[in-house]
């Protein structure tokens, strides 16, 4: 079983790397804009980790195969980004972070789990409803939530593709 541990500053070049591997998928389901789009900076991802909030999936070898990026919004844990190195996909890997960030956030006292991902990709909406994530209507979401999807929206992602979603705290019930 491959551990998870907190971001490290020398990760973050090899988390580029499983971003542009995982967003290659998009490929295959005609969203070669998305495929295509620019990674974060190492820049953007040392903000993660030095507010914490950044993990990592190792193999043996203490390299990180998958990756979790969260940030606060409304007051709950918002999975800004996860990937997965497409050949450890489907291995539950993604879903082992989420666990993780899920009993991180019990223990900051937040009750739930939201992000922002394509309705329609399966590994996407129809993934994170498989896992206990709800839809959220537009009125279901908060301030911040709705500001960051509005920004998703400036820059180029169609809204009628885009939702938001949250999952209650499990670490707590």
Same mark, same amino acid.
């Given at each position: 079983?491959?551990?998870?541990?907190?971001?490290?500053?020398?990760?973050?070049?090899?988390?580029?790397?499983?971003?542009?591997?995982?967003?290659?998928?998009?490929?295959?389901?005609?969203?070669?804009?998305?495929?295509?789009?620019?990674?974060?900076?190492?820049?953007?991802?040392?903000?993660?980790?030095?507010?914490?909030?950044?993990?990592?999936?190792?193999?043996?070898?203490?390299?990180?195969?998958?990756?979790? /990026?969260?940030?606060? $919004? @409304?007051?709950? #844990?918002?999975?800004?980004? !996860?990937?997965?190195?497409?050949?450890?996909?489907? +291995? *539950?890997?993604?879903?082992? /972070?989420?666990?993780? $960030? @899920?009993?991180? #956030?019990?223990?900051?006292? !937040?009750?739930?789990?939201?992000?922002?991902?394509? +309705? *329609?990709?399966?590994?996407?909406?129809?993934?994170?409803?498989?896992?206990?994530?709800?839809?959220?209507?537009?009125?279901?979401?908060?301030?911040?939530?709705? +500001?960051?999807?509005?920004?998703?929206?400036?820059?180029?992602?169609?809204?009628?593709?885009?939702?938001?979603?949250?999952?209650?705290?499990?670490?707590?019930?």
């Amino acid at each position: 079983m491959n551990d998870i541990r907190p971001t490290r500053y020398d990760d973050l070049t090899v988390i580029q790397q499983i971003e542009l591997a995982a967003g290659e998928l998009f490929h295959d389901v005609g969203m070669s804009d998305i495929a295509e789009h620019p990674v974060p900076t190492t820049e953007a991802l040392a903000e993660f980790v030095r507010a914490g909030r950044s993990w990592v999936v190792v193999d043996e070898t203490d390299t990180p195969i998958a990756f979790v /990026l969260v940030m606060s $919004v @409304d007051g709950l #844990a918002h999975i800004e980004q !996860i990937s997965v190195r497409p050949e450890h996909a489907r +291995r *539950g890997v993604g879903r082992r /972070l989420i666990d993780h $960030v @899920d009993a991180w #956030a019990a223990g900051q006292g !937040i009750g739930a789990l939201t992000l922002t991902t394509f +309705r *329609g990709v399966p590994w996407n909406g129809p993934y994170y409803e498989r896992i206990g994530f709800v839809t959220l209507e537009p009125g279901e979401r908060g301030p911040e939530l709705t +500001r960051l999807m509005a920004e998703e929206a400036a820059h180029g992602l169609d809204p009628a593709q885009r939702i938001a979603m949250r999952r209650d705290n499990r670490a707590r019930r």
